[in-house]
C-alpha cells in the first residue's frame, strides 16, 4: 500500500468513526480524575468524590450544585489538590485545605 492510499484510507476511518453517533458524549464522559496522598478525587457535574481504593468504591466529597460543572481536577508537585469549576459562563480555582476537609477559592 502506498502511502497517499494509506492516508486516504484512514482518513475516511476517521471520518467515520466522528461522524458515529453519540461518538462526542463518549469523549466527553470521560472521568475528570486526580490523586493525591493515597487518596483519589473525581469530579463530575456538581460534585466531588473521592476515594480510598483506588477507584473501586466513591463516596461524596463535596456538594457544590447542579449549576456547577467540574472542568478539571489536578494535583501540584507538593501534592496539593485543584479544582477548575464553571458556574453560568464564568470559571474560578479552589485548592483542598490541608486537612482535605473544604475547598478554598485560589
Known amino acids: 500500500m502506498q502511502r497517499r492510499d494509506f492516508l486516504k484510507l484512514s482518513g475516511a476511518a476517521l471520518g ?3 461522524l458515529r453517533p453519540g461518538f462526542f458524549d463518549r469523549v466527553g464522559a470521560a472521568p ?3 490523586q493525591a496522598r493515597g487518596l483519589r478525587y473525581r ?3 456538581g460534585e466531588i468524590l473521592i476515594s480510598t481504593d483506588a477507584g473501586k468504591t466513591w463516596k461524596l466529597h463535596t456538594r457544590l450544585g447542579s449549576d456547577y460543572e467540574v472542568l478539571d481536577l489536578f494535583t ?7 479544582a477548575q469549576v464553571g ?13 482535605g476537609e473544604k475547598w478554598l477559592t485560589v
Do not use: C, K, N
Not at 76 to 82: F, G, H, I
Not at 91 to 98: A, D, K, N, Q, R
Open 76 to 82: 501540584d508537585y507538593a501534592e496539593r489538590v485543584y
Open 43 to 45: 469530579g463530575r457535574r
Open 16 to 18: 467515520v468513526m466522528l
Open 32 to 34: 475528570i480524575e486526580t
Open 87 to 99: 458556574f453560568q459562563g464564568f470559571i474560578f480555582h479552589l485548592t483542598l485545605s490541608p486537612s
